[in-house]
């Protein structure tokens, strides 16, 4: 080989070094999660297209995220729903106590009269007034309220558990989108890492210092690396349509998401938690309303053992009829007859035979009123279970966030290395293909641990019965 020709052959292997270490630089930095996310797809129509327009704003925050949530998602609504049928039947078991007056009005026309009558013979109109007023009904009535109030409380309960699920379920696609927004990241600098690759592997096979295995394995890995481009991108996608689902509302092009993820968390002591979880709860105050409602419903069916007393008033108010006074010797005369009348009455019950009817009665409600209490019990303790769970989770995601970033420290260290072998000419393309590999699922792996982190974090604080608009989030942006 001649001096120009050993001195092109060094050229060119200076411009493959140079370049194999930019890629290097290039590759080995894992990058820090952005602190904004744009969403850069066309509108995403949760709720059906042109349902509650304009109401994401540019920049979306998580705890912004959370309120629109829980205004516009169809299960908060529906909770909510529920909340008032319980406060309409709690209006309908408070009437029950107070009077009942009725006024009835109808037009009467009689039909085939016997030929004495006082009634008139004309159509006529006829008034009904009448009072009623429950004077004893065992306590029948007033546990049927407290029953009543229990059901609200027990929807109360439902709907405030509702958000919380829903919460959850915000912080749990705000992190997703966030997540799959930086796995694109990672597959794209894995492909121009890749690309970068196989230019510098194209450029050693031309100048004779490399064989043409190392631009083939270059090119198959540009391959392999765009299909994972591609799905990355899917996934993002897929992530920014569940979380407009969640929301209830359509998400604009543009929106970004601004609230960065938690990398950290605060100790918690397992038993603080335990307690904190069994006094704020709401599914568990829900639960002890039904218990508490179906103890009301046995003192209502033992009621029906009892008899029950009313006072009632009637008065009908009827014209006035004319009939001849020859029928009460009376001749030539026209006499005058009122027929309005009307009668007070104390109104006593007691169902002394009814076929078991009321037994059974008590026997379903106490029935069920073990059930509620079995309910109870069998909530409270899985409460403890789902505190203990989300704590332990917590604790293994933050093992795993560090282990996680140890490895991706690692796999820099071994691709740089593997850069310096090549360069030296001691070592092969194949190495540095397999650093490249490992550096790319090692950032994969911190990033998925980041997003376990935030779901255990959110897990947890569902667990506890916090508000996840205003919990707290513990740890900066990393």
Same mark, same amino acid.
């Given at each position: 080989?001649?001096?120009?020709?050993?001195?092109?052959?060094?050229?060119?292997?200076?411009?493959?070094?140079?370049?194999?270490?930019?890629?290097?630089?290039?590759?080995?930095?894992?990058?820090?999660?952005?602190?904004?996310?744009?969403?850069?797809?066309?509108?995403?129509?949760?709720?059906?297209?042109?349902?509650?327009?304009?109401?994401?704003?540019?920049?979306?925050?998580?705890?912004?995220?959370?309120?629109?949530?829980?205004?516009?998602?169809?299960?908060?609504?529906?909770?909510?729903?529920?909340?008032?049928?319980?406060?309409?039947?709690?209006? *309908?078991?408070?009437?029950?106590?107070?009077?009942?007056?009725?006024?009835?009005?109808?037009?009467?026309?009689?039909?085939?009269?016997?030929?004495?009558?006082?009634?008139?013979?004309?159509?006529?109109?006829?008034?009904?007034?009448?009072?009623?007023?429950?004077?004893?009904?065992?306590?029948?009535?007033?546990?049927?309220?407290?029953?009543?109030?229990?059901?609200?409380?027990?929807?109360?309960?439902?709907?405030?558990?509702?958000?919380?699920?829903?919460?959850?379920?915000?912080?749990?696609?705000?992190?997703?989108?966030?997540?799959?927004?930086?796995?694109?990241?990672?597959?794209?600098?894995?492909?121009?890492?890749?690309?970068?690759?196989?230019?510098?592997?194209?450029?050693?096979?031309?100048?004779?210092?490399?064989?043409?295995?190392?631009?083939?394995?270059?090119?198959?890995?540009?391959?392999?690396?765009?299909?994972?481009?591609?799905?990355?991108?899917?996934?993002?996608?897929?992530?920014?349509?569940?979380?407009?689902?969640?929301?209830?509302?359509?998400?604009?092009?543009?929106?970004?998401?601004?609230?960065?993820?938690?990398?950290?968390?605060?100790?918690?002591?397992?038993?603080?938690?335990?307690?904190?979880?069994?006094?704020?709860?709401?599914?568990?105050?829900?639960?002890?309303?039904?218990?508490?409602?179906?103890?009301?419903?046995?003192?209502?069916?033992?009621?029906?053992?009892?008899?029950?007393?009313?006072?009632?008033?009637?008065?009908?108010?009827?014209?006035?009829?004319?009939?001849?006074?020859?029928?009460?010797?009376?001749?030539?005369?026209?006499?005058?007859?009122?027929?309005?009348?009307?009668?007070?009455?104390?109104?006593?019950?007691?169902?002394?035979?009814?076929?078991?009817?009321?037994?059974?009665?008590?026997?379903?409600?106490?029935?069920?009123?073990?059930?509620?209490?079995?309910?109870?019990?069998?909530?409270?303790?899985?409460?403890?279970?789902?505190?203990?769970?989300?704590?332990?989770?917590?604790?293994?995601?933050?093992?795993?966030?560090?282990?996680?970033?140890?490895?991706?420290?690692?796999?820099?260290?071994? *691709?740089?290395?593997?850069?310096?072998?090549?360069?030296?000419?001691?070592?092969?393309?194949?190495?540095?293909?397999?650093?490249?590999?490992?550096?790319?699922?090692?950032?994969?792996?911190?990033?998925?641990?980041?997003?376990?982190?935030?779901?255990?974090?959110?897990?947890?604080?569902?667990?506890?019965?916090?508000?996840?608009?205003?919990?707290?989030?513990?740890?900066?942006?990393?």
């Amino acid at each position: 080989m001649g001096v120009e020709e050993r001195k092109s052959v060094m050229r060119l292997r200076s411009i493959a070094v140079v370049s194999l270490l930019g890629l290097a630089l290039a590759v080995i930095i894992v990058p820090s999660p952005a602190a904004t996310v744009e969403y850069k797809g066309p509108e995403l129509t949760a709720g059906g297209p042109g349902a509650a327009p304009g109401v994401v704003p540019v920049t979306l925050s998580l705890d912004q995220a959370v309120e629109i949530a829980v205004r516009y998602n169809p299960q908060v609504a529906s909770a909510q729903e529920g909340v008032l049928v319980a406060d309409a039947q709690l209006t *309908q078991a408070a009437s029950l106590l107070l009077p009942r007056v009725n006024v009835v009005t109808q037009r009467v026309t009689p039909v085939d009269l016997p030929p004495f009558s006082f009634q008139s013979r004309e159509s006529t109109w006829e008034t009904n007034f009448s009072f009623s007023q429950p004077l004893y009904t065992a306590g029948s009535l007033k546990a049927g309220l407290r029953a009543a109030d229990s059901f609200r409380r027990g929807a109360e309960g439902t709907y405030r558990r509702t958000r919380e699920q829903i919460s959850f379920a915000v912080r749990s696609q705000y992190y997703g989108v966030l997540t799959t927004e930086e796995g694109v990241n990672v597959a794209q600098q894995v492909v121009d890492s890749a690309v970068e690759t196989l230019r510098v592997a194209r450029l050693r096979y031309e100048a004779g210092v490399a064989p043409q295995f190392d631009v083939l394995s270059a090119e198959a890995r540009v391959a392999r690396v765009e299909q994972a481009l591609i799905a990355a991108r899917v996934n993002r996608d897929i992530a920014w349509a569940s979380l407009s689902t969640v929301l209830g509302v359509p998400i604009p092009a543009g929106t970004q998401l601004t609230t960065p993820r938690p990398v950290t968390v605060q100790e918690a002591d397992p038993e603080a938690l335990r307690l904190e979880a069994l006094a704020n709860r709401p599914d568990l105050a829900a639960a002890e309303g039904t218990a508490a409602a179906a103890r009301a419903q046995v003192a209502v069916a033992k009621a029906g053992k009892q008899p029950t007393i009313s006072a009632a008033a009637s008065y009908t108010l009827l014209p006035s009829t004319t009939v001849s006074g020859d029928l009460f010797g009376r001749p030539g005369e026209d006499i005058v007859v009122s027929q309005s009348s009307g009668i007070i009455a104390l109104v006593a019950s007691w169902s002394l035979f009814n076929g078991g009817q009321v037994y059974g009665q008590i026997a379903q409600a106490e029935a069920q009123l073990r059930q509620a209490q079995d309910a109870v019990t069998g909530l409270k303790q899985q409460i403890e279970l789902d505190v203990r769970s989300a704590h332990l989770s917590v604790e293994a995601a933050k093992a795993q966030v560090a282990a996680a970033q140890k490895e991706a420290a690692q796999a820099q260290e071994a *691709q740089r290395i593997a850069t310096i072998r090549y360069q030296e000419g001691v070592g092969t393309s194949v190495e540095i293909l397999s650093a490249e590999a490992d550096l790319e699922g090692a950032k994969n792996r911190y990033n998925e641990a980041i997003f376990g982190l935030n779901l255990a974090i959110a897990q947890l604080d569902l667990a506890a019965g916090r508000d996840a608009a205003r919990a707290p989030e513990a740890g900066g942006e990393q």
